[in-house]
């Protein structure tokens, strides 16, 4: 006989169970947002800071809503730099951070909503947040990217070196299994003579031996 507390944590299955059959059956779970978790970008130069979703709906311009909020640390309020109107689009909004320097990039029939900045300053580092609501999807999506203002790019040379370095230890991997492969090789065949000419001199013998033997007779 089962407890009830058995039985309950069993329908409890049996409902999480019926559920996702119905999901994927559906054949879509729920709104999500992709972003990059982090840009580096250069100053002075126009970044593109990519935000795009996915949603079991195609979107509707009457419910869709969507904005983009600039915030220094975690900690900072939002500041709301971009929005969508209906009827207008994608707008930027005025701001003294921003001035005239965000443009929407994106393709709202490709749930495509990214924007660029350009001429980035070293203020503008911080988090943007990629903020969408698709009706009837109920979730409201968040994407939220990390942008770091760098005053030089990373030196190439790094790179290179990573490069080179790692060039040298494959070649010389490869070189080291090319080189067991070939004295492998070579063992083998030299005991294959080994084991010919064993197997001659033995022949010779038995000849001998035969020969002696018969001389004997
Ligand atoms: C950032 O770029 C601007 C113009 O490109 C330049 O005047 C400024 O010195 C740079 N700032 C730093 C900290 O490199
Ligand atoms: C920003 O967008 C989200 C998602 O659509 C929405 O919930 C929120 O109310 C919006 N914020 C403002 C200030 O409009
Ligand atoms: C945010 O606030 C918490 C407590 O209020 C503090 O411990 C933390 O250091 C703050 N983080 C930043 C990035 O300022």
């Not at 109107?85 to 320097?101: A, H, Q, T």
Request: proline share 4%.
């Amino acid at each position: 006989m089962s407890s009830p507390v058995q039985e309950r944590s069993g329908g409890a299955q049996l409902g999480r169970a019926l559920l996702l059959l119905l999901l994927s059956l559906s054949g879509c779970a729920s709104m999500e947002v992709i972003v990059p978790n982090q840009i580096d970008a250069l100053n002075g130069t126009t970044v593109k800071i990519p935000c795009t979703f996915t949603s079991c709906y195609k979107m509707d311009e009457l419910t869709f809503q969507m904005n983009w909020t600039y915030q220094e640390t975690r900690n900072d309020t939002e500041e709301m730099f971009l929005t969508y109107y209906r009827k207008r689009g994608m707008v930027p909004l005025r701001s003294e951070r921003f001035g005239e320097r965000v443009m929407f990039a994106g393709n709202l029939v490709k749930n495509d909503l990214s924007i660029t900045l350009s001429d980035v300053q070293l203020d503008d580092e911080g988090i943007y947040n990629c903020y969408v609501k698709n009706p009837p999807d109920r979730i409201q999506g968040h994407g939220i990217i990390q942008l770091n203002v760098v005053t030089e790019l990373p030196p190439p040379r790094d790179s290179t070196i990573a490069v080179a370095i790692g060039a040298s230890v494959g070649g010389a991997l490869a070189l080291l299994i090319l080189s067991m492969v070939v004295v492998k090789c070579l063992r083998r065949h030299r005991k294959q003579d080994l084991i010919s000419e064993e197997k001659m001199e033995e022949e010779g013998k038995l000849d001998a031996e035969a020969v002696a033997e018969e001389g004997t007779k």
